[in-house]
């Protein structure tokens, strides 16, 4: 199946250097089921498998996703509780292999969150490394709304965005977190007006696309890992991709252009 083959609910696109996924499921507002799911997780396995120089995570419509599609959850649920565990269990693999793919690309992933993102939609915009949000995005994890507890990473992302006692209070108390106190709590970098949002992204796209691709990698790499590590264990890491990245053209590139006192101008490929 090729890129432009995926299930119409996520399109995956490729324009130079940077590449999209696009949820396009609008009469739902991108509510999540297991087809939307698995083609999301194809996106991702598409990209891991040729990793582009940004990847930017988007909406087709004005939601960028409101979460689990309840409806189909209560449909399955008149026909069994193990039928209802099955589904959720298999879409659940599916959106946690997406988000395991898109933590690891050694690429910025870059999300554009405009109106609603609840649920596991707040779950997959925490998974990209920079998020850009319209004026009018609001988040909301609204698990515990429906009895449940969060999936795609929320509870691994959320503490060490915003801190633990923030975010027991947005898992237990969901309230809608909207554009601006995300920047000021640390989940949006960058709040743009709603008709900016796509021009915004994508010059951020761009900018990002034309810096070094391996210090980026290693940037991405060096912070994720350093999350979960003691600071001897990072100090060590620091060092190695250091002197790793100092071997590099885009090193040389950087040091000529600091001392010439003028822009640098790295390579467009992944060093």
Same mark, same amino acid.
């Given at each position: ?16 250097? %940077? ?9 739902? $507002? ?14 991702? &396995? ?6 582009? $120089? ?37 879409? /659940? ?52 709304? /429906? ?18 006692? $923030?975010?027991?209070? %947005? ?13 000021? /709590? ?32 290693? /940037?991405? $790499? ?38 010439? &006192? ?10």
């Amino acid at each position: 199946m090729s890129e432009h083959e995926q299930a119409s609910t996520v399109r995956l696109e490729r324009e130079g250097s %940077i590449a999209f996924i696009t949820l396009d499921r609008p009469a739902s $507002r991108n509510s999540l089921d297991l087809p939307m799911g698995r083609a999301l997780r194809d996106a991702a &396995r598409a990209l891991a498998a040729e990793p582009p $120089r940004v990847a930017v995570l988007r909406s087709s419509s004005a939601h960028f996703m409101v979460g689990g599609d309840v409806r189909r959850f209560d449909s399955l649920l008149e026909q069994s509780q193990a039928a209802c565990a099955e589904e959720i269990g298999q879409l /659940i693999d599916a959106v946690h292999e997406t988000v395991t793919l898109l933590t690891r690309l050694p690429c910025p992933v870059l999300g554009l969150v405009g109106g609603s993102a609840a649920g596991f939609g707040m779950s997959l915009a925490m998974a990209c490394d920079l998020l850009v949000a319209a004026e009018d995005a609001r988040f909301v994890l609204a698990y515990s709304a /429906i009895g449940t507890t969060p999936d795609g990473g929320a509870s691994w992302h959320l503490p060490r965005r915003v801190g633990l006692q $923030r975010a027991l209070a %947005i898992a237990l108390l969901n309230p809608q977190v909207d554009a601006a106190q995300a920047k000021e /709590i640390g989940l949006a970098a960058e709040v743009v007006p709603v008709a900016q949002l796509a021009e915004a992204g994508l010059a951020l796209a761009r900018r990002l696309a034309e810096g070094p691709a391996a210090a980026q990698a290693g /940037i991405k $790499r060096l912070l994720r890992e350093g999350l979960d590590t003691d600071l001897a264990t990072a100090l060590d890491a620091e060092k190695a991709s250091f002197l790793a990245m100092s071997a590099t053209p885009d090193f040389a590139e950087g040091v000529r252009a600091f001392c010439e &006192r003028r822009p640098a101008n790295f390579g467009r490929t992944p060093g």
